[in-house]
């Protein structure tokens, strides 16, 4: 059994650059989810997805912040021009589609700018 | 506003003693969803329970227990006989009528041997 599978697992760039998460949900899960969560607090929702449409983006998605779900499979989270304010583990999460079921979490990408 | 309060952020047991943590939520809906998560030192977030509005059964599970009381809004887990194990990071989340979860500020559980 599979869970939530998300590449890198650590990311260090330079302010200013752009860079790219990858999030595997669990296979049978049409619900994606990514979060934020800086140190010593709780994760922060970023976005949602069912199957391959973008649902709900929260304020904190600034411009710079694009995610995309193109075949409802894997989802990817890209962040151009990184800013220092950037840094932060971000988690991404997949629940099934009926009823009101549980998200569960992948490992995160912890990314850290320069 | 914040919808989700953990008052304690860090508590401090010896192993085997039993502990509480805390949470109260804000909400004017009455159809929402509780839940606990657990995040090890390793960083992953493991689901520990879900609960709706309509049910304030409480439930056991193993040395996990978790008290319901729509009355003050509150939503508390206990550890008895506390372990090694269990020293963690602890977070409360809800869910409206969204998708989203709303965490609580964490509270994180230091058990010492």
């Known amino acids: 059994d599979t869970g939530v599978s998300q590449d890198p697992r650590h990311k260090i760039t330079k302010r200013g650059q752009n860079v790219t998460f990858r999030c595997d949900p669990i296979?049978?899960?049409?619900?994606l989810y990514w979060y934020r969560q800086t140190l010593g607090q709780g994760p922060e929702f970023l976005t949602y997805?069912?199957?391959?449409?973008?649902?709900?983006k929260s304020r904190l998605l600034s411009d710079r912040f694009s995610a995309e779900r193109p075949k409802g499979s894997f989802s990817t989270l890209e962040i151009q021009r990184t800013e220092q304010g950037d840094s932060a583990m971000y988690l991404c999460?997949?629940?099934?589609?009926?009823?009101?079921?549980?998200?569960?979490f992948g490992p995160g990408t912890r990314l850290t700018v320069l | 506003a914040q919808k989700v309060t953990q008052a304690q952020t860090e508590i401090s047991v010896v192993e085997k003693e039993d502990v509480t943590l805390d949470c109260v939520y804000e909400?004017?809906?009455?159809?929402?969803?509780l839940f606990w998560y657990k995040q090890p030192p390793s960083g992953e977030l493991v689901f520990l329970i879900r609960?709706?509005?309509?049910?304030?059964q409480n439930e056991i599970s193993g040395r996990y227990s978790w008290n319901f009381q729509k009355s003050t809004s509150s939503f508390n887990f206990t550890i008895t006989a506390s372990q090694v194990v269990d020293s963690a990071v602890y977070f409360c989340?809800?869910?409206?009528?969204?998708?989203?979860?709303?965490f609580g500020g964490g509270t994180r559980l230091m058990v010492k041997p």
């Open positions: 909400t004017r809906d009455t159809t929402y969803y």
């Open positions: 999460a997949s629940s099934l589609r009926q009823g009101i079921n549980e998200q569960f």
């Open positions: 609960r709706n509005s309509f049910d304030e």
């Open positions: 296979s049978e899960h049409n619900r």
């Open positions: 989340a809800f869910r409206e009528a969204g998708n989203m979860l709303t």
């Open positions: 997805f069912q199957n391959e449409a973008q649902l709900e």
